[in-house]
Every structure is written in structure tokens, then in C-alpha cells.
């Protein structure tokens, strides 16, 4: 099959029909043609249920959406990588109730330290009741998500891997490798770096490739911590693509640059870990009995486009960068996160006209900043005169709290802003989770729905009532009459005059249900 590419609007009915919008595009086929099609099965089907797919899968079903998840892995993998989940991505497992849950299984650790690995702690007064970093086994966050979605209604089938789709006026047709057929409104493509879905749909990955690899893994050690301790200290003076971490049970996360660029299709062994422990510290540490070895690039590429028609683009299929500062997963759930009510309010049928659209308009920009801050930390960790006399700059100028909050709320994307028009600072960016009559803001989203928070108590939601929740006299820690939220947290208007309130809730919400 092939691909169609175009970009108009798809049709916003729960009826399979032509969407008058679309016109004559070349190549599409004509409502008689749709007769020998596959069945509509589903309303979305999501290729890869990593931590995008998984997220995406339960905020679609939180508004009822059918969606299928397709894994082409057979089972979860066995090895444990720890990966850390930054401020917004705890408050947005805290929003849909899931935060308790995941904090069984995390270790809580200060939020600091992670530009470049610039060893500073984090300002004070971080703007959230959750400024910390959680430290959780990815198979166990993807578990997780992988439950929840699955709790909600989602359908999940492993050793499915999508093998080409086509696109038309109605759905998407997908084929899977086996020769099976499958039909939805949506395909999403949350299937990693090297996205099937991405490279059949011929969108551009701009970029740079690796031109350093650091490898990485877990395994005992056979020397004293004292010593461990001694070395890591002395070599991360200038090398801080060096690690040996203490990781429970005897065992050590080890992190240590590699001799060059491999293949990345081939797992390095444990005689490559040795040798380049021995040439970076002169000597092996007694490293043996691995658990699992890796190796890692610094390839940096940003899809041209996330949207396709029916067709999009969400978490690594989108974005890759180096991992530097331990954004790529949370980058991921958050465009998660973004598309998931959108996504839905066009298969319910309310969307807006351009609601779709603001997904590109809003996470692309976002990814931009990932890939150059990340690009500006692999500098700041070169070897180089250079680059350590800058990073030696950078670090007194972290002494600066103005600097060092900057940096933090980058990284931990609680900085974003995205673009809404003039209006307060608060426009545009998420809400920290204040405290509510009913107890915390974050526990009134947990539906998914918008928001109204009324000062004032003169204010209705009216016809929207079906997608926007009320909330009269909320708080005085609230410093505006009236905020208006989408179901991801960002303020969408600010003001305290119901006729522009329906304004913006036509602009975010479509036209009202009566």
C-alpha cells in the first residue's frame, strides 16, 4: 500500500462519509471506491506502546475513544534502565490520579544537577507542588501507563508490528506484517526513532547523526565503593560521560564513552566496556556478570511535520536528541498529553476547525528547544579546551538565580509557554497544582475535561457543560477572576466577561451543544 499525503481537515462525524473539505485532491478515491475497504474497526490506531503510545492510548479513552495500541515486541523488556520523570511530567501523572500509584515504585531525588550535569542545586520556590525528580524503572513506568490505558478500555496486541498503511478521505488502512488488514479514523506513530509509520509517510528527519557514542550498562563490580568513589570523582573533573553508580544488590550502572560510532544494530559487549573503563581510568574495576549492555547516540533529528492527514507523529518518531538532561521521555508523554484531547475532540465531533492543527503549532516548537539545549549540554561535556573553558563560565553563572532557574525550568518543562495571543504572563502556560475548596486543582482533571475556575461566581460554562467542568470561588490563592483551562493544564484565557469567555471556549472547544 501506499501512503497518501495531504493536509486538509478530516471529517469530524462518527460517520464514515467524504469530508466535503478535502475536495478533489489527486489520487484520493472517490466515495464509490470505498466500497472493497476493510471495515472501520477503530477510532485510532496507535503503532508503539512505549510510554507515548501507552499515555496517548489513555487519554483517548478517557473521552471514549476506541483505540488500538499495535507492539511489535512479543514481551516488555527484560533489562532495568532507570530514566527520570521531571516536574511537569510528575504533575501530569498527578492530574489524571495516577502520581500515588507511580510513586510506589520511584525514588524521589532533588531537582538539580541536570544541565549538562552541572552539579547545582535547584532554586528555591520552584513554581510546583512537585519539585523534585522521580527516578523509576522504565519497564515499570511503561507497565504502568501500559495498565492504566488498558484499565480505561484500550486494546493492546504485541508481536504486531505495522508493515504499511494507506490513507484516503475516510481512515487509514494499516497491514500489518503478517498480511492482516486493520481500519481507523487515525493512525499515530509512536513507534521510536527509527518510526515505520514516519518513513512510510515520507516525512523529512532533519538533523545531525551520532558523531559520539557512550555506552552504557549494569553489571557487579569487583573492587572496594571507596575506590569506585575515588576514581569517578577524579575522572568526571573532565570526563562527564563517565559513571559508576551504585544500583542495588551489588550491581552498578556504568557509564563510559565509547571508542567511536558503531552500528547501533549490534549490542556492545562486556570486553567493550572494559577496554574503555581501562582507557579512561586505567582500570576495569572488575566489571563482569552484566545484566544488560547498551550503547547511545547523540544523533539529533526533528520531523518536519507531525501531521499528515490522518496520519501523525508523537514522542520519538517525532524527536530524537541525545539524552542528556533525561528530557526524552518526558518529552514524549507531554506531546502525549497534547495530542490526546484534541485527537479526541475531532473524532467526537466538537473539535474546532484548526484544533488539530495547534498540536504541530504547539509541541514542534518545544521539541526545537529539546534538540538545542541538548545539542548546547553534549558541547558543554566535550573533552575540549573550549568547550570546558565555556562550561566552566556557565557554572559560575549558575550561581546566578535568575540563570539557574532558567535552565531548570527547561529542562523540566514547566517554562513552556505556548503562544495564545496578548494576555498576562499566565496565558498560555500550565497551572501549578493550587489548593482548591475541594482539595488540590490537579484532582478536579482527572476526566480530562477543561476547566472553568470562577472568581466571581457570575460565569457559566453554558453549552459547553458536556467538556468544560465548573468551579465557583475556587481559591484565594488564585490571583485572577477567572481562568479558563484546557484538559492539559495550560490556561487558555484569563478574564472575567462571560461574552469573551465564549468566545474562547468556541476557540478551544468548538460551538456549544445547545
Known amino acids: 500500500m501506499r501512503s497518501l499525503q495531504f493536509t486538509a481537515e478530516p471529517s469530524a462525524t462518527d460517520t464514515v462519509q467524504r469530508d466535503s473539505r478535502l475536495g478533489d ?50 514481551e516488555p523488556v527484560s533489562f532495568v534502565r532507570i530514566v527520570g520523570l521531571h516536574i511537569r511530567s510528575i504533575e501530569l501523572m498527578a492530574m489524571r490520579g495516577l502520581l500515588e500509584r507511580i510513586l510506589e515504585h520511584g525514588r524521589r531525588r532533588p531537582a538539580g544537577g541536570f544541565f549538562a550535569a552541572i552539579d547545582k542545586p535547584a532554586p528555591e520556590g520552584l513554581d510546583s507542588a512537585h519539585a523534585y525528580l522521580l527516578g523509576i524503572p522504565q519497564p515499570v513506568i511503561v507497565r504502568l501507563l501500559e495498565e492504566h490505558a488498558i484499565e480505561l478500555g484500550a486494546q493492546v496486541r504485541r508481536g504486531c508490528a505495522v508493515a504499511d498503511f494507506e490513507q484516503d478521505d475516510d481512515g487509514v488502512t494499516v497491514e500489518l506484517a503478517g498480511g ?78 565509547a571508542s567511536g560510532v558503531s552500528d547501533r544494530a549490534e549490542p556492545p559487549t562486556l570486553e567493550d566496556f572494559k577496554q574503555q573503563l581501562r582507557t579512561i581510568a586505567g582500570t576495569d574495576f572488575g566489571v563482569h556478570s552484566p545484566r544488560w549492555l547498551s550503547r547511545f547516540g547523540d544523533a539529533t533529528r526533528l520531523a518536519e511535520r507531525y501531521r499528515v492527514g490522518r496520519v501523525l507523529l508523537a514522542g520519538d518518531a517525532a524527536h530524537i536528541h541525545p539524552p542528556t538532561g533525561g528530557q526524552g521521555l518526558n518529552l514524549g508523554v507531554q506531546d502525549a498529553f497534547n495530542l490526546g484531547w484534541k485527537l479526541a475532540a475531532e473524532i467526537r465531533g466538537w473539535a474546532p476547525e484548526t484544533l488539530l492543527d495547534t498540536y504541530h503549532a504547539e509541541r514542534h516548537p518545544v521539541a526545537e528547544d529539546v534538540l538545542d539545549n541538548t545539542r548546547a549540554q553534549m558541547e558543554l561535556l566535550s573533552t575540549e579546551p573550549g568547550p570546558q573553558a565555556v562550561r566552566r563560565l556557565l557554572t559560575e553563572l549558575m550561581d546566578l538565580d535568575e540563570v539557574n532557574r532558567h535552565l531548570i525550568e527547561k529542562i523540566t518543562a514547566i517554562g513552556i509557554r505556548y503562544d495564545f495571543g496578548e494576555g498576562p504572563d499566565l496565558l498560555g502556560r500550565r497551572l501549578r497544582d493550587i489548593d482548591v475548596k475541594q482539595g488540590h486543582l490537579y484532582g478536579l482533571l482527572h476526566r480530562g475535561r477543561g476547566l472553568l475556575l470562577d472568581r466571581t461566581e457570575r460565569l457559566t460554562v ?9 468551579l465557583a470561588d475556587p481559591t484565594a490563592v488564585l490571583d485572577f477572576p477567572c481562568v479558563l483551562l484546557r484538559p492539559d493544564g495550560h490556561v487558555a484565557w484569563i478574564g472575567d466577561d462571560q461574552q469573551d469567555l465564549d468566545d474562547h471556549l468556541s476557540r478551544w472547544f468548538g460551538k456549544p451543544a445547545n
Do not use: N
Request: aromatic fraction near 6%; charge should be neutral.
Open 25 to 74: 485532491v489527486p489520487g484520493l478515491p472517490s466515495p464509490a471506491s470505498g466500497t472493497d475497504r476493510v471495515p472501520l474497526m477503530f477510532d485510532v490506531i496507535i503503532a508503539g506502546c512505549g510510554p507515548t503510545g501507552a499515555m496517548l492510548a489513555a487519554e483517548l479513552r478517557l473521552h471514549d475513544v476506541r483505540v488500538l495500541v499495535l507492539e511489535k515486541e512479543t
Open 180 to 257: 492482516e488488514q486493520l481500519r481507523s479514523r487515525y493512525l499515530v506513530g509512536c513507534d521510536g526513532g527509527r518510526s515505520t509509520v514516519r518513513k512510510l509517510l515520507g516525512v523529512g528527519f532533519p538533523g545531525e547523526p551520532s558523531r559520539t557514542e557512550t555506552l552504557m550498562g549494569e553489571m557487579q563490580v569487583g573492587v572496594p565503593q571507596e575506590e569506585i568513589t575515588a576514581a569517578v570523582t577524579a575522572i568526571r573533573a573532565t570526563h562527564q560521560r563517565f559513571w559508576l553508580r551504585p544500583f542495588g544488590r551489588g550491581a552498578y550502572q556504568v557509564v563510559v564513552p
Open 462 to 470: 453554558g453549552g459547553w457543560s458536556d467538556r468544560v467542568d465548573y
